[in-house]
């Protein structure tokens, strides 16, 4: 069974950091792409950072560009989200996923509230 766990969400204040963690299991997790999408209240997803199956590559949004990093334990089927300097805009549900091909996976999300 293929499972994507979202972990270290919560509420920080403006130009606080917290380290987003996604857990695979179910899968050969050093074949795939991963990624991380966030959804804003009554906004689309969109994409924030992704990073190669070797960890070799790595994609940001403009807007994060600078403050958050993405890196993969391939050892560890974990890939993160090291977030720093967080804005008020930042606040959001942050998606674990997982591509190969023609393969795609989603974790259910982790809240993520940047607010005084």
């Known amino acids: 069974q293929v499972q994507l766990v979202e972990s270290g969400g919560g509420l920080v204040q403006p130009g606080g950091s917290l380290r987003l963690s996604c857990a695979a299991s179910g899968f050969t997790f050093s074949n795939y792409d991963m990624s991380w999408y966030r959804q804003a209240p009554g906004k689309e997803r969109e994409l924030v950072a992704s990073?190669?199956?070797?960890?070799?590559?790595?994609n940001y949004r403009d807007s994060v560009k600078g403050r958050f990093t993405i890196s993969r334990d391939n050892g560890k089927n974990t890939v993160y989200l090291q977030m720093n300097s967080l804005k008020p805009e930042d606040t959001a549900v942050y998606y674990c996923?997982?591509?190969?091909?023609?393969?795609?996976?989603w974790g259910k999300g982790a809240l993520v509230t940047v607010s005084s």
């Open positions: 996923n997982a591509r190969f091909v023609v393969m795609v996976y």
């Open positions: 990073i190669t199956s070797t960890g070799g590559t790595t």
